[in-house]
């Protein structure tokens, strides 16, 4: 559990920490004293309350310290598979990411270590094997000491020192024993000599170069050599007879973009980021004499970054195009290059055996201009062409340039920057018109719900949510989120049935709950739920950056922030010159007063303002988590082998308690009142009063029981059907605890009539049951070794559905019909009547006179149902109210014959 993890401090963590330790202990002391609790205890509780939250708190802080503990002493033993979980970003979170890179890195070096030992020893044993066949040969006489026989031998030498000498120059390449020698070079004599050096390899291939005139480079002109010879080699070794490879020259922002083009096979896009790695090859069964040692690209790619630049493997209709891009430009080109082609300025040189035919195809050129003299990084890469330099490429620092990145001689360029105290989290792209579907929601919110009573503006204001949320939420319409929408949308629709303001609230609340489970897609696990159902309240945190982009958007179109300063400017002028105008004249002062008088409006505006701006944050943070993959919290596996001992007591002592408490329930049941006479010295409506609420709270404790033992107990063979068997017989004997509870309900309802708390615990008793029926039915599924990943949203189902049914039974119609036909008008309790909410009206208009009319004046008045009521409020058990005390008007009795009414007690 790590629920500081959106703050980017540590610091900031601690002092959050401290500050809940303290406002902890102060509250629990308070309500001590107010309690007349000792202060010695008071003190302890406050204490034990406070370490506990610290733990709480203080433990996801610390948790990925001793993950990187326990990593670091399994990648020290030389397995560097373990990763931190990183996903708190302050000053450790930094550090944890920081530690799986380093650990990847780590992994990788030394994967390419074990490639490389046995890659060296495979290519090193191909020419020792062939020169020691040639030797033992000559010296067993099988051949003679010839030409033809040591040219072989003189080969197989040659090829090996070529394998000796590339590891060499590899080996000094990444040690830096290779420094490089920078200094201006002109690019076309070394492209033309490197042309002609790789025209000697084949007499079937034609090469050609087309170098941009005066363009050079500030490099090391022996290495950039070596890159050019290197990638003109492979063009000519892989071309087809008659092929053209090709050698272009040109410049490329600040820098220079130099590129190698063929007409081979081409490499395929999934093998091209490997083909820079040491004794790589795309056809692995291919002979090194054939291709090379597969050292080459590795050597390029060495030298290219050393002199800061880049090299990748860009698309191309035919064959293969290596593209090296290199910082420093010594020429600059002009603004608008013309493209190479027939009377170009270009220099171009071809050296092929015959003239074969022009290629179609080609890339233009760029031509040359002005020269100036620049320096810098690479151009960004998005694509093989060459993109206009953008606005903001001005602003990008080079890597050197970076904070933190080490420059030449180890040193780091800056010190370490923090994360800022609020990071940007990883966010979805911003739909375009969320800000107006937020914006028209709010609106509607602002305008349907402030000072109105529920009804129909909360459910038209949960329909239009629903409508801006949907296009986001598409993707993830399955039967459960359906179901899950629906039983939501049914929850809010209370609000147009029922006026009990102690119903509705639960109602409401549950269906935006369910909402967010079905907008958020999670829900497989027990912790998945929880978040899902919170998902939308969690996802408020993010939303300023969220929304940032729209608005930014809308800033750079509209040119708002002008506007606004304009605004805001001449609106400090007014008053700043009108006060003076006021002071200097009282008619103008009388206009003044009467243009800024507020309106009887304007007094609702700020609280308006408000339900806008929450409104629009909910649409803004459900299209959020709509757009976010599903969070599915990964429950802790606590599961393992306990000793059947430990368990296997305490629970057969549990199943024989039960057993003892239902057969003593059984007989009280059948005994009738008789028996509890007898037994107890209590009468049955006193009896069945002074227990069903603990056997309520004896069941909420089983399912704890059951929810332990199945999370924590891993028993094999035998011991599942044993303790599957003792938990399901707990299970079935809660059931019948609990059917007893609802039969003490039951005569004490019989006795006293319903209430409010009688009918809501009556509900959570059948809601207990439905909840054990399930657990019986997930232990058989599980005892058949098959998921119950279904039971955490089949739970959920379950209690909307209870919810739901709970409301259509309207338990304030019930409520007022127990209480007149277990009361009888003259015991009637008028004070708790009159709090019920307009559905007991029906029932309460039945009474004799005065009687009807002294308890439903006070039901007017409590439940406000005089007048009309206005659009947004209208309500169909407040309008049936009012229909019928439209249709019989109420008296108006004398104030002491409606105190002599009733008596108080319900």
Same mark, same amino acid.
């Given at each position: ?13 601690? $002092? ?5 330790a303290v406002a902890t202990a102060f509250a629990i002391n308070e309500y001590g004293r107010s309690l007349g609790v000792v202060a010695s205890v008071r003190m302890g509780l406050a ?13 996801? @802080? ?5 993950? @990187? ?8 033993? $030389?397995?560097?598979? @373990? ?111 490197? /042309? ?185 890469? &998005? ?20 904070? $933190? ?181 009282? /008619? ?53 082998? /306990? ?23 059984? &007989? ?10 007898? &037994? ?54 809660? @059931? ?16 006293? $009539? ?153």
């Amino acid at each position: 559990m790590r629920p500081l993890d959106f703050l980017g401090r540590i610091k900031i963590k601690i $002092g959050l920490v401290i500050l809940l330790a303290v406002a902890t202990a102060f509250a629990i002391n308070e309500y001590g004293r107010s309690l007349g609790v000792v202060a010695s205890v008071r003190m302890g509780l406050a204490a034990l309350l406070s370490l506990g939250m610290v733990q709480l708190l203080g433990r996801g @802080m610390t948790r990925p310290l001793r993950e @990187m503990a326990a990593a670091a002493q399994t990648i020290a033993k $030389g397995r560097y598979g @373990m990763r931190v979980r990183a996903t708190s970003r302050d000053e450790v979170g930094e550090l944890a990411r920081a530690f799986n890179a380093m650990a990847a890195d780590l992994a990788e070096v030394d994967r390419q270590r074990r490639e490389l030992v046995a890659n060296v020893s495979h290519e090193l044993r191909t020419p020792i094997t062939g020169l020691q066949a040639v030797l033992e040969n000559i010296l067993d006489g099988v051949s003679a000491p010839d030409l033809a026989t040591l040219s072989t031998a003189l080969a197989q030498t040659e090829r090996l020192g070529r394998l000796v000498a590339q590891l060499l120059d590899l080996s000094r390449l990444d040690s830096g024993a290779r420094p490089i020698e920078p200094e201006p070079v002109e690019l076309g004599p070394l492209c033309d000599q490197a /042309v002609r050096e790789a025209s000697l390899a084949r007499d079937d291939v034609s090469l050609s170069s087309a170098v941009s005139p005066l363009l050079g480079v500030h490099a090391d002109p022996a290495l950039l050599g070596q890159v050019l010879a290197n990638l003109l080699d492979n063009g000519v070794r892989h071309s087809p007879p008659g092929g053209l490879v090709r050698l272009e020259a040109r410049p490329e922002g600040p820098g220079v973009r130099l590129s190698v083009s063929d007409q081979g096979p081409g490499i395929p896009e999934p093998e091209r980021p490997r083909v820079f790695e040491r004794f790589s090859r795309l056809d692995t069964a291919r002979a090194a004499d054939a291709g090379g040692a597969g050292l080459g690209l590795a050597i390029v790619k060495e030298i290219v970054e050393l002199h800061g630049g880049s090299i990748r493997v860009a698309d191309s209709p035919v064959g293969c195009r290596m593209v090296v891009d290199l910082p420093g430009r010594t020429t600059a080109m002009s603004d608008a290059p013309e493209p190479l082609g027939e009377g170009s300025q270009a220099d171009e040189t071809t050296v092929a055996p015959t003239a074969p035919e022009a290629s179609g195809g080609e890339e233009p050129l760029t031509g040359a201009a002005d020269a100036v003299r620049q320096s810098g990084q690479p151009p960004r890469e &998005t694509g093989d062409e060459p993109s206009a330099p953008s606005e903001d490429d001005a602003d990008i620092a080079s890597p050197a340039d970076a904070p $933190g990145v080490a420059q030449a001689g180890g040193k780091p360029a800056s010190g370490y920057v923090p994360p800022p105290l609020f990071p940007r989290p990883d966010l979805p792209e911003t739909p375009r018109r969320l800000l107006f579907l937020a914006a028209a929601v709010g609106l509607l919110a602002a305008v349907a719900l402030p000072y109105s009573r529920p009804g129909l503006g909360i459910a038209l204001v949960a329909v239009a949510a629903g409508v801006a949320v949907l296009p986001a939420a598409r993707h993830r319409i399955t039967p459960w989120t359906a179901a899950f929408g629906l039983l939501a949308y049914a929850l809010v629709a209370v609000v147009l049935f029922r006026d009990a303001g102690w119903l509705i609230a639960p109602m409401l609340l549950a269906g935006f709950g369910l909402a967010a489970l079905a907008v958020s897609g999670g829900g497989h696990g027990w912790l998945g739920v929880i978040r899902g159902g919170l998902s939308v309240a969690l996802a408020v945190l993010p939303l300023p950056w969220f929304l940032a982009a729209p608005l930014k958007g809308v800033n750079r179109r509209q040119r708002l922030a002008p506007v606004l300063a304009g605004l805001g400017l001449a609106a400090v002028l007014i008053v700043v010159f009108g006060l003076l105008f006021a002071s200097a004249d009282a /008619v103008f002062s009388s206009f003044v007063a009467r243009v800024f008088t507020a309106p009887v409006w304007a007094s609702s505006l700020p609280f308006r303002l408000f339900v806008f701006v929450v409104f629009a944050a909910m649409v803004g943070a459900a299209t959020l988590v709509a757009l976010r993959p599903p969070v599915e919290p990964v429950t802790p596996n606590l599961r393992g082998h /306990v000793s059947r001992t430990l368990w296997l007591t305490p629970l057969v002592a549990l199943n024989l308690l039960f057993a003892s408490f239902v057969a003593v329930q059984i &007989t009280t049941l059948f005994g009738g009142n008789r028996k509890v006479v007898e &037994t107890a010295g209590l009468t049955y409506a006193e009896y069945a009063r002074s227990g069903f609420f603990e056997l309520v709270t004896v069941s909420v404790f089983v399912l704890a029981i059951v929810a332990v033992a199945a999370g924590v107990l891993a028993p094999r063979g035998r011991e599942r059907w044993l303790l599957a068997g003792l938990l399901g017989l707990l299970c079935g004997l809660t @059931m019948v605890i609990l059917t007893s509870a609802l039969h003490r309900l039951g005569l004490y309802t019989d006795a006293y $009539g319903l209430s409010r708390l009688r009918a809501s615990v009556g509900a959570a008793i059948w809601w207990l049951g439905a909840v054990f029926a399930l657990v019986l039915v997930a232990g058989g599924v599980r005892l058949a070794r098959r998921g119950a990943s279904w039971l955490p949203r089949t739970l959920v189902l379950v209690t909307g559905l209870s919810l739901l049914v709970f409301a259509v039974w309207n338990p304030d119609l019930r409520v007022a019909e127990t209480q007149l036909h277990k009361r009888g008008v003259a015991r009637l309790d008028v004070q708790y009547l009159s709090d019920l909410g307009a559905e007991a009206v029906p029932v309460v208009d039945r009474l004799p006179e005065p009687m009807r009319s002294c308890l439903l004046n006070e039901m007017v008045i409590v439940s406000r149902l005089g007048g009309s009521e206005p659009w947004n409020g209208w309500n169909l058990a407040r309008e049936h109210a009012r229909d019928l005390l439209r249709a019989r008007p109420l008296q108006v009795p004398s104030s002491q014959r409606c105190q002599d009414i009733g008596s108080p007690g319900t």
